[in-house]
């Protein structure tokens, strides 16, 4: 009987070795996945990083190099299925030209890319389209930057009640009255038009020449604001006024990546 027992424990010892071998075989194959799955993922995200910087210099823009997150884990599971969840781009101090020689600047453009369909064989040939269906991007305008593009001096503007508001000084009857008015803001064929109304002054006479001015004022606070050309073809949609600064929302549909889009 001990010669039996004695023959399997050997056995016992080389069947542990053998589980721990593969055991660790396995987690070092998982390790070469997962750094060639973010590897992979870093090559993409600078690829489409390089493409974004040269569209915002090509539309005579400038900006930080683009931070790029391909979302999503594993990566390449999505490059074998072809399609991607969601790619969001971030353009830091972003600054693009309007009329007059003036510019429009942003802090930060976030974009984000869904639905991203790309099949393998189009990675592979070049043959083919890569398309977004869905782009979005929301950007912040700050007030003062605002304020530079109208010609009133002295010119102040806020949020008050999600409205946006400015103020001014005038000067009338040898006196100075500080006025302020709210403005609409509506969106048509991708310019920003801000109108300014229901402009008041505390103690402002009711008399031809200060209403005069009042008008010239309002006249002047007048804005047709064309947003600069935007990354991937993006437009606007929607503005608001927050606390923060006229908030820019962007969309697109259908974007070609491999192409002009991108």
């Known amino acids: 009987m001990s010669e039996v027992y004695g023959s399997a424990r050997p056995r016992r010892r080389w069947g542990r070795r053998l589980l721990v071998t593969f055991l660790v075989l396995l987690i070092i194959v998982a390790v070469v996945l997962a750094v060639a799955d973010r590897f992979a993922a870093s090559y993409a995200e600078r690829e489409i990083s390089d493409r974004v910087a040269q569209q915002v210099a ?14 999503g884990i594993p990566f390449l599971t999505q490059v074998a299925a072809g399609k991607y969840r969601e790619i969001k781009i971030v353009v830091r101090n972003f600054s693009g030209p309007v ?3 003036q510019t429009i600047k942003m802090p930060e453009l976030d974009i984000r890319a869904k639905d991203v369909t ?5 990675l592979r040939t ?5 398309v977004a269906g869905s782009v979005t991007g929301a950007g912040t305008i700050d007030y003062a930057n605002l304020a530079d593009l109208i010609p ?19 000067k009338a009857l040898n006196q100075t009255w500080d006025v302020s008015g ?6 048509k064929g991708g310019v920003v038009r801000v109108r300014f109304a229901e402009v008041t ?3 402002l006479p009711n008399v031809p020449v ?7 004022y309002v006249r002047n606070l007048a804005l047709d604001l064309k947003v600069p050309a935007l990354p991937l073809g993006l437009q606007v949609t929607k503005v608001e006024a927050r606390p923060e600064g006229l908030v820019v929302t962007t969309a697109a549909r259908n974007v070609p990546l491999n192409s002009g889009g991108l």
């Open 152 to 170: 009133q001096q002295g010119l102040k503007l806020s949020e008050r009640d999600g409205k946006l508001i400015a103020e001014a000084p005038i």
């Open 99 to 101: 009329e007059k020689n």
């Open 118 to 122: 790309a099949p393998l064989d189009t």
């Open 201 to 203: 002054a505390d103690g």
């Open 58 to 71: 090509d539309q005579k823009a400038t900006a930080e190099q683009p931070d790029v997150t391909v979302e």
């Open 126 to 130: 070049g043959n083919g389209d890569i």
């Open 210 to 216: 200060v209403n005069a001015l009042v008008d010239s």
């Open 182 to 187: 709210a403005a609409t803001i509506e969106v």
